[in-house]
T-cell receptor, first 115, second 115 residues
Framework: AQSVTQLGSHVSVSEGALVLLRCNYSSSVPPYLFWYVQYPNQGLQLLLKYTSAATLVKGINGFEAEFKKSETSFHLTKPSAHMSDAAEYFC?????????????FGTGTRLLVSP | DAGITQSPRYKITETGRQVTLMCHQTWSHSYMFWYRQDLGHGLRLIYY???????DKGEVPDGYVVSRSKTENFPLTLESATRSQTSVYFCASSEGQGGMNTEAFFGQGTRLTVV
């Protein structure tokens, strides 16, 4: 079975500071890993996904994440936060070869960006 | 408009009433999904459908019914609403089952309150 743990339900940063959102996964088979963003009153939007190609995955809006098998982690980073990055971020995992019906979401991390 | 739309966006209903949440997508995606989003739980899959007339249970199906007579529509019905079904409901669709080159697209959500 797959699961993800997102450390920190809330993360606060200043505008221009590094953004680091943590995600650790558990999977008995090689996983696919995803980061989704949810802006206020909107649905989820895919930021990036890892599907076994490069371990450093670049996504939209300047975000990237690195797959570290030894640490079972897939942390999301952005070098410089913008006010527009304030949103909720979800990490998700599925086993390779399975469908979205097997996608397991974390509990989410709300990113707060202050001026 | 192209995309995936949910209606209504907000709904208040009374305990015991039947309520139907609508989901419509214009891409002719094969797969459609219903999730509920609750604090501390992230998103959990209620039901999904692989094609018209093919549906299957997800993680939390009890108290819900779905149908899919047409590819583009995937309504979710709460047969007798309970307060525990107060939640934000998201519909999603995807072209494929969830491999490397597929992506799930989410609607804007329906906020349901059962009083």
């Amino acid at each position: 079975a797959q699961s993800v743990t997102q450390l920190g339900s809330h993360v606060s940063v200043s505008e221009g500071a590094l953004v680091l959102l943590r995600c650790n996964y558990s999977s008995s088979v090689p996983p696919y890993l995803f980061w989704y963003v949810q802006y206020p009153n909107q649905g989820l939007q895919l930021l990036l996904k890892y599907t076994s190609a490069a371990t450093l995955v670049k996504g939209i809006n300047g975000f990237e994440a690195e797959f570290k098998k030894s640490e079972t982690s897939f942390h999301l980073t952005k070098p410089s936060a913008h006010m527009s990055d304030a949103a909720e971020y979800f990490c998700a995992v599925s086993a390779r070869g399975t469908g979205f019906q097997k996608l397991v979401f974390g509990t989410g991390t709300r990113l707060l960006v202050s001026p | 408009d192209a995309g995936i739309t949910q209606s209504p966006r907000y709904k208040i209903t009374e305990t015991g009433r039947q309520v139907t949440l609508m989901c419509h997508q214009t891409w002719s995606h094969s797969y459609m999904f219903w999730y509920r989003q609750d604090l501390g739980h992230g998103l959990r899959l209620i039901y999904y459908s692989a094609a018209a007339d093919i549906t299957d249970k997800g993680e939390v199906p009890d108290g819900y019914v779905v149908s899919r007579s047409k590819t583009e529509n995937f309504p979710l019905t709460l047969e007798s609403a309970t307060r525990s079904q107060t939640s934000v409901y998201f519909c999603a669709s995807s072209e494929g089952q969830g491999g490397m080159n597929t992506e799930a697209f989410f609607g804007q959500g329906t906020r349901l309150t059962v009083v």
